[in-house]
């Protein structure tokens, strides 16, 4: 008699029905991973690249419909997918940690096979920064020879960012919010308002009344600290690894990375902090 908690009950017929590898098409996913050369870390590389890319794909499938429903003047469902955007970029930090274990000797066996390729070049990353409100149009120039990528960037960096999607939450509950800031053109860069961090000491004196949107201010503030970590991660190993080198992407590499590090995405809500 065979144990019913043994593996022996387990479906074992796969070829007319839908299998785990099949479901997810592991064949497709494994294929992408084609090293170039035969160096042992190349293989590490390309891991933690596409780790990455697919968190950063989850992410912005989360910010699209957490944006999407702000819109429409929702903030309960947001938060939770607010907060799966905070986890998936807890993932993306710690990657780094795998990546460290490559030293820049092992690095060099590889590094002149992929020429001017660098994360620089990543779509995912620039739409997440475009949702997030950290735009500037050089950063398209890149994605030109491919319009299936560069179309959904120009759309993202010409559209309302999530900040300015929260601005115009508060507007719409009665907080005085200019009209030039929620009018503003969207393809810059978000800039310090003081009538805007007027509108936040609001909330933040009075979280009772305005307690959603202190609390979506809030979940804003963990996604930048987040983005944060991320940014000053990557400048670490990319100094560990290569030094002030030139970046691959065409950038004076760490000098540019230490540049990226001063961006803030939502001015008022760091600000509010010091004025409370
Ligand atoms: C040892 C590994 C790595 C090195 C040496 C490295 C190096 C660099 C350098 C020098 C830059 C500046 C642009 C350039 O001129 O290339 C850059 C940008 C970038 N890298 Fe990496 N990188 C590494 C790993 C990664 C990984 C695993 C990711 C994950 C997706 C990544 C994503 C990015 C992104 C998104 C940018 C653009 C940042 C921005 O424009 O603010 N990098 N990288």
Do not use: C
């Not at 390729?117 to 890149?142: C, D, H, I, K, T």
């Not at 202190?214 to 990319?238: C, G, P």
């Amino acid at each position: 008699m065979t144990d019913k908690h043994s593996a022996e009950q387990a479906y074992s017929d796969f070829s007319k029905r839908l299998s785990y590898g099949d479901y997810l098409r592991l064949d497709m996913l494994k294929s992408a991973h084609q090293p170039i050369t035969q160096a042992h870390d190349e293989h590490l590389f390309i891991a933690v690249h596409h780790v990455s890319e697919v968190w950063l794909e989850l992410i912005v499938r989360e910010l699209q419909a957490a944006m999407s429903l702000l819109e429409q003047g929702i903030t309960d469902a947001p938060l939770k997918m607010l907060t799966r955007v905070v986890r998936a970029q807890e993932q993306l930090t710690n990657a780094w940690e795998v990546l460290k274990t490559m030293t820049p000797a092992d690095y060099l066996q590889f590094r002149s096979a992929f020429g001017q390729a660098s994360g620089f070049q990543s779509q995912g990353y620039r739409m997440v920064e475009f949702l997030l409100g950290n735009r500037q149009a050089v950063l398209l120039r890149p994605h030109e020879h491919r319009p299936d990528l560069h179309a959904p960037l120009l759309a993202a960096l010409q559209s309302p960012s999530v900040y300015d999607l929260t601005l115009r939450l508060l507007s719409a509950r009665g907080l005085p919010v200019p009209a030039e800031v929620l009018e503003r053109d969207f393809s810059q860069k978000y800039e310090l308002n003081e009538a805007v961090l007027a509108v936040w000491l609001t909330v933040y004196r009075d979280t009772e009344t305005y307690w959603d949107l202190y609390e979506l201010a809030e979940k804003l503030l963990d996604v930048e600290d987040n983005f944060r970590r991320w940014r000053f991660n990557h400048l670490t190993t990319v100094e560990r690894t290569i030094g002030f080198k030139r970046g691959s992407g065409g950038t004076s590499g760490a000098g540019y990375l230490r540049g990226a590090l001063e961006t803030v995405l939502f001015p008022e809500l760091w600000e509010v902090r010091t004025r409370l």
